[in-house]
């Protein structure tokens, strides 16, 4: 079975960073794109950042310049480095992978105060 291991959040102060890591597992191939969205409280669900498997990368315009999206297509993970956290930035943040089918992480909490 497929499965994304999220990894790496926590409660951080304003201006500081954090490394989210994601390993997919299990019979997975042929991972086109791979994903970090993020859901705030009372929000609906957004992408973060974006990036293929030839490595472009697209950000949301709200952490650009802050964040930071790369992956290994050998070992089926992704990251998203965070640098200089606002408390807006607060919410659990997914992992999302692409095929022919898309598959979830569990969601990893990021919280960050003032």
């Known amino acids: 079975q497929v499965q994304l291991e999220e990894s790496g959040g926590g409660l951080v102060q304003a201006g500081g960073s954090l490394r989210l890591s994601c390993a997919a597992s299990?019979?997975?191939?042929?991972?086109?794109?791979m994903d970090w969205y993020r859901q705030g409280p009372g929000k609906q669900r957004e992408l973060v950042a974006t990036i293929t498997r030839g490595g472009r990368a697209i950000y949301a315009d709200s952490v650009k310049g802050r964040f930071t999206i790369s992956r290994d297509n050998a070992k089926n993970t992704v990251n998203l480095q965070m640098n200089n956290l606002k408390p807006e930035d607060t919410a659990v943040y997914y992992c999302h992978a692409m095929t022919t089918i898309t598959y979830w992480g569990q969601g990893i909490q990021v919280t960050v105060s003032s």
């Open positions: 299990g019979r997975i191939f042929d991972i086109n794109v």
